[in-house]
Nanobody, 122 residues
Framework: QVQLVESGGGLVQAGGSLRLSCAASGSIYSIGVMGWYRQAPGKERELIAQIISGGTTNYADSVKGRFTISRDNAKNTVYLQMNSLKPEDTAVYYC????????????????WGQGTQVTVSS
């Protein structure tokens, strides 16, 4: 029904930048919250940034001031601009869409992307 497709991961040197994109497709009427999580080897998945449909944003302390989340509601797409990357930012980054209302329905759903690898070398 709904797919989240991420792009933009890769290998970058410390201090560099990457921009992740995540496009949601399907019979979507609206998406309440879109966000980015990450999971490093041996660690739990953690929320790093989220943005509500009205534009309010929330960041984890570890990325505040370095990462910027934005969204294009018309395209059901969320972006994560990552600057001043550090080796500890290395992880698989997952896109999340929460409070998704499908066309012609009233229930809300949650979806995940497949993940994209970000590797920051020192």
């Amino acid at each position: 029904q709904v797919q989240l497709v991420e792009s933009g991961g890769g290998l970058v040197q410390a201090g560099g930048s990457l921009r992740l994109s995540c496009a949601a497709s399907g019979s979507i009427y609206s998406i309440g919250v879109m966000g980015w999580y990450r999971q490093a080897p041996g660690k739990e998945r953690e929320l790093i940034a989220q943005i509500i449909s009205g534009g309010t944003t929330n960041y984890a302390d570890s990325v505040k001031g370095r990462f910027t989340i934005s969204r294009d509601n018309a395209k059901n797409t969320v972006y994560l601009q990552m600057n001043s990357l550090k080796p500890e930012d290395t992880a698989v980054y997952y896109c999340n869409a929460d409070g998704v209302v499908l066309t012609g329905a009233s229930n809300q759903f949650r979806y995940w992307g497949q993940g994209t690898q970000v590797t920051v070398s020192s």
